[in-house]
């Protein structure tokens, strides 16, 4: 298949680094006057009303069976139940900049799973070069030589998440193949039943308070931002883009989204950025460039499925 021309993904790919890469200030003013489970229900109740209403829009109803049903459930706990909670927790320790450049470890994870879980796919030596090269990025994005001032707490919830994502990834690879339904129906399914897993934990915290979630609320919002944005619209951007353009350049959005996160913590969050986390960065996506490297299909093995770019 012939790549369409740069005019009709490009702005799709924009809008998608734009939208990823913008869900970390969403999340720090969510987190003003919620809860972080609070923060991962809000988000994704929005993204189901919204990718439910596309669906209706579109008329494509979801044709799953309960089996399906029960493999995207898995899959929803690794690609946005946790992680959806695990981030604002990380937040509440770490700069949405150090977060944004820690989430770019994604792909690492996935290839790490992947290599773990798919034994017809054993990582080459390029990809164990990646993941190692990858493990010293992230040494030199925390500075890991400064020890008392190390965020340890922040670190640990942020690379659970990207952990989390890095399983979620390589199971749809393994559950989905066989399963006949549109990304967007997909997306739907999965972000409506992490709104049903999440519900429970958002309703033990406290409740907000009064006028948290008032229109002129930063906090609603941001809630708004990271369901309407970052959980529901962008990935029909991003299926857009695999579409057009390809895996592979889709996936080259993890390049991007920490720019964008990094410009908006500097700008509107006026956070500061350490001379050591750009550096430990262009590790970390060294290593990733090299993770998603594959050689020659092995005998046996099967086509590798479109690579889940997760971010934020």
Not at 83 to 92: D, E, G, H, N, S
Not at 94 to 118: E, G, Q, R, Y
Not at 139 to 164: D, I, K, Q
């Amino acid at each position: 298949m012939t790549a369409a021309p740069l005019r009709a993904w490009l702005p799709a790919f924009l809008l998608t680094a734009v939208s990823w890469g913008s869900s970390f200030l969403f999340i720090s003013l969510a987190l003003r006057g919620l809860t972080p489970a609070q923060v991962g229900f809000g988000r994704v109740l929005v993204g189901a009303v919204v990718l439910g209403v596309i669906l209706l829009v579109t008329r494509r109803r979801p044709r799953l069976t309960r089996r399906d049903v029960g493999a995207i459930a898995v899959i929803a706990v690794g690609m946005s139940t946790v992680p959806f909670v695990l981030i604002p927790l990380a937040q509440q320790h770490v700069t949405s900049i150090l977060a944004s450049l820690l989430n770019a470890t994604v792909p690492l994870w996935t290839a790490l799973f992947v290599a773990i879980l798919i034994p017809q796919e054993r990582a080459t030596r390029a990809q164990v070069v990646g993941l190692v090269l990858g493990a010293a990025g992230i040494a030199v994005l925390l500075g890991a030589w400064n020890v008392s001032e190390l965020p340890l707490l922040g670190a640990a919830f942020m690379l659970g998440a990207t952990a989390f994502y890095g399983i979620g990834s390589t199971l749809s690879r393994m559950l989905l193949a066989r399963v006949k339904e549109g990304p967007t129906g997909l997306s739907a399914v999965q972000i409506a039943l992490s709104a049903v897993m999440l519900l429970p934990f958002a309703m033990l915290g406290p409740a907000p308070q009064a006028g948290t979630l008032t229109w002129s609320s930063e906090v609603l919002w941001g809630v708004l931002g990271l369901g309407v944005l970052g959980t529901s619209f962008t990935y029909v951007l991003f299926w857009r883009v695999v579409k057009l353009a390809g895996a592979t350049t889709a996936a080259s959005v993890t390049y991007v989204v920490p720019i964008v996160a990094t410009t908006l913590g500097i700008l509107v969050l006026h956070e500061e950025m350490r001379w050591h986390e750009p550096v430990g960065a262009v590790v970390v996506l060294a290593g990733v460039w090299l993770a998603q490297r594959t050689g020659r299909p092995r005998p046996g093995a099967s086509a590798s499925a479109v690579p889940v770019t997760a971010a934020d």
